[in-house]
């Protein structure tokens, strides 16, 4: 059974009524005057300008029509309908219909009404107008556009009661067998074998519409099943606007996990589309609130998102794929973040380094834009907590092009580091295979080599390895690994080298100029086996996420009919998950907030899962 119906909150596509030149020339006016001012305002509304359409068709009505034209009538109550006047556009359909009864005009205006009716969280009563309209339309293009919103208004959800009083009223064959798929849809979600099995025999599947036949079919094969009670979670992802790889990646990886699952599975979701706009996520979310058959929601996935929802109290849990802003979690005691935040990662980095593997001469460099600048000044701030003062900070603001006076500044820390004693002794200690390597390519484009007469100590010499600094931390932003990477080599450090998900371009990383010489890298992450963060697979720990994020969920439901506060309560008490790609153990004063991490280790062409850590000691895990 598709478990999930996609739901757009905003239908970004209603139809347009398509207007012949008979049925205006029948009207007996001024066609040329009439059809210049109409197309141009169908224009208008096509190019998405509902406010000026709405004015165009409201002068048709005044100066051309004495306010007796049904089709600009309905254009108007469409361009009303698309700004959000809701009530101005219930008026109009309204006045459509009690004007123009028994015209085609009559169909298109009850469907503008179940339109409104669906956008402003009222399935049923949605259901109901497109239900009664169904018969009379021929058009099979315009049919299959309604039948694909009665199944929203099931995938929203209907009130049982009122499908059973519409079945008793209703005389058209087509519309009852959907009735009755319904009622065995509704005992599927009550986990009612008898109830299904009774409901299905009584459909004629021949008399089904195309897009009831998938969910027929399925319905039927838990007819002899024993089925449990579905659990719905609502789902709010971008799968609309310029995050919608995001949103798209996740919905595939809930999608995989359906395929996947039993039939003894007991969660439902219901996706709606958040176009990644903040107040299309508040407006859902308060829709939900009311919609008792929701046990939780699942997204938002953009950080704006979360900010939007994160002020809504009351018992609807909301669990976050990905991090959000630091403290949300203590002040939003509904919101379940099942990702590490970005403070967290920083200060798991630091804890790694001081309490796991008893580093002290730690190196920074860092951009300083301001999601970099705040997590390294948390990783900064978690060192400092740990007794433990950076030997070095050093901050680059563009593209790392060339960041030879960072690095040599570095360079002059760890030279100072050294005991006191000849500082010649080590001069035969020398290393230019990544010299050598650079010449086999022009790298005049990523930086300038140091020169060292003028610009560096005497006494120095890059040629000379320097191992006085343990560790050296440098979180990079997208698309500034070769820069960074085939800079690093040319100062010989010899030191751990810790970064962030932005190094996992493996393509990029594993090149000569690079791979070799950053062996050892640890990188703490939200996901055990990050993917590449080549163009092609950027959005494939979305995938993964959702993987994990659907059977951590199933293993909170298991067969249980769960409510919100037994969902919450729940939730809070779970000690700990353990996925494919995640591992998730909520912590914080209200148990609300992942707060392990993973570690990953770089080596030889691969990374390495080192395991969980949690800020006290590294975990293995199978």
């Not at 960072?406 to 050294?418: E, G, T």
């Amino acid at each position: 059974m598709e478990k999930f119906q996609k739901t757009n909150m905003r239908f970004l596509n209603p139809i347009i009524l398509i207007l012949t030149l008979t049925l205006l020339k029948a009207d007996g006016f001024d066609t040329l005057s009439y059809y210049n001012r109409f197309d141009l305002a169908v224009n208008n509304y096509k190019e998405g300008r509902f406010r000026l359409a709405e004015n165009k068709f409201s002068i048709i009505l005044k100066e051309n029509r004495n306010y007796r034209d049904p089709a600009a009538q309905l254009m108007m109550g469409k361009s009303q309908y698309r700004q959000g006047k809701w009530n101005e556009a219930i008026h109009t359909g309204k006045s459509i219909i009690s004007n123009y009864h028994l015209s085609p005009y009559d169909i298109h205006a009850r469907m503008l009404l179940g339109d409104i009716a669906l956008t402003r969280g009222k399935p049923t009563q949605a259901f109901e107008a497109f239900l009664k309209i169904r018969s009379k339309i021929k058009d099979p293009e315009f049919q299959s556009e309604l039948d694909k919103r009665l199944l929203s208004c099931v995938g929203i959800g209907l009130k049982e009661d009122r499908i059973e009083g519409i079945l008793f009223r209703e005389n058209n064959d087509t519309n009852r067998n959907i009735l009755n798929l319904i009622r065995a849809y509704f005992a599927w979600q009550n986990g009612d074998g008898y109830d299904l099995a009774m409901a299905t025999e009584v459909i004629d599947s021949t008399r089904l519409p195309i897009l009831f036949q998938k969910p027929y079919s399925s319905l039927i094969k838990y007819k002899n099943e024993h089925i449990l009670s579905q659990n719905t979670l609502a789902v709010l992802l971008p799968i609309s606007g310029i995050n919608k790889e995001k949103g798209q990646s996740y919905l595939l990886g809930l999608s995989e996990y359906i395929k996947k699952a039993t039939h003894n599975n007991s969660i439902r979701f219901l996706v709606y589309d958040t176009g990644g706009i903040s107040v299309n996520t508040l407006n859902i979310v308060k829709s939900l609130i009311s919609n008792r058959s929701i046990i939780g929601v699942l997204g938002p996935l953009l950080n704006e998102e979360v900010l939007a929802v994160s002020g809504l109290g009351g018992a609807l849990p909301i669990l976050i794929p990905k991090s959000g802003s630091s403290g949300l979690a203590a002040m939003s005691s509904n919101l379940f973040f099942l990702s590490p935040s970005h403070k967290t990662i920083a200060h798991r980095m630091a804890q790694l380094m001081v309490n796991e593997m008893g580093l002290e001469n730690i190196a920074i460099l860092s951009p300083r834009d301001a999601k970099s600048k705040f997590m390294t000044d948390q990783f900064i701030d978690e060192l400092f907590q740990l007794g433990v003062d950076p030997v070095a900070l050093e901050w680059y603001h563009q593209k790392p092009e060339n960041i030879s006076r960072q690095f040599k500044s570095i360079r002059k820390v760890a030279w100072d580091l050294l005991p006191e004693k000849d500082l010649n002794e080590n001069a035969m200690n020398m290393v230019i295979d990544s010299l050598d390597a650079l010449f086999d390519v022009d790298v005049s484009d990523f930086f300038v080599l140091p020169e060292e007469d003028d610009k560096m100590v005497k006494r120095d010499s890059v040629k000379i390895i320097l191992e006085t600094i343990q560790a050296l931390y440098i979180p990079i932003r997208e698309n500034e690994l070769t820069y960074v990477g085939t800079q690093l080599p040319i100062y010989n450090l010899n030191t751990i080298l810790f970064g962030n998900e932005n190094w996992l371009n493996m393509e990029e990383l594993n090149q000569d100029l690079i791979g070799p010489h950053v062996q050892g890298m640890h990188i703490v992450s939200e996901v055990s086996q990050p993917k590449s963060r080549s163009s092609e697979d950027v959005f494939s720990n979305y995938f993964a996420l959702a993987v994990d994020h659907a059977v951590f969920i199933d293993s909170i439901v298991g067969n249980s009919v769960m409510k919100r506060r037994l969902f919450i309560e729940k939730l809070r008490k779970h000690s700990r998950f353990n996925g494919k790609h995640t591992y998730i153990q909520f912590t914080g004063v209200n148990k609300n907030e992942n707060g392990v991490a993973q570690v990953l280790e770089y080596s030889g062409e691969i990374l390495k899962h080192l395991g969980v850590f949690d800020g006290d000691s590294l975990h293995l895990v199978q």
